[in-house]
């Protein structure tokens, strides 16, 4: 079992930079992917970045090229997203969401992110 607790959210301007963790208990996360969701006001959620325990990346939404960065700290049991150059449509509940491989299994109660313009 897993527990995880996202942090970091809140209100940025536009073009500004946010870092979001996501902190888990338990010591099989650092054998598990992390991934990154985000949900906005009456859209679906989507999948947006996950790294392996290796540390390999997978980049799933193209909106977020170049802009979100995604690492973890095995030793603190921590992941983290940074997002920069953020844009009004990224405003969205972030979930981070842990798993073998890319399947998600746990996941985190959210964080807001919201960007004004």
């Known amino acids: 079992q897993v527990q995880l607790v996202e942090s970091g959210g809140g209100l940025v301007q536009a073009g500004g930079s946010l870092r979001l963790s996501c902190a888990a208990s338990?010591?099989?996360?650092?054998?598990?992917?992390v991934g990154w969701f985000h949900q906005a006001p009456g859209k679906e959620r989507e999948y947006l970045l996950g790294i392996r325990r290796s540390g390999v990346i997978q980049y799933y939404a193209d909106s977020v090229k170049g802009r979100f960065s995604i690492s973890r700290d095995n030793a603190k049991n921590t992941a983290y997203l940074q997002m920069n150059s953020l844009k009004p449509e990224d405003t969205a509940v972030y979930y981070c969401a842990t798993g073998l491989g890319f399947v998600y299994e746990y996941w985190g109660q959210g964080t807001q992110v919201t960007v004004s313009s």
């Open positions: 338990g010591r099989a996360f650092s054998s598990y992917a």
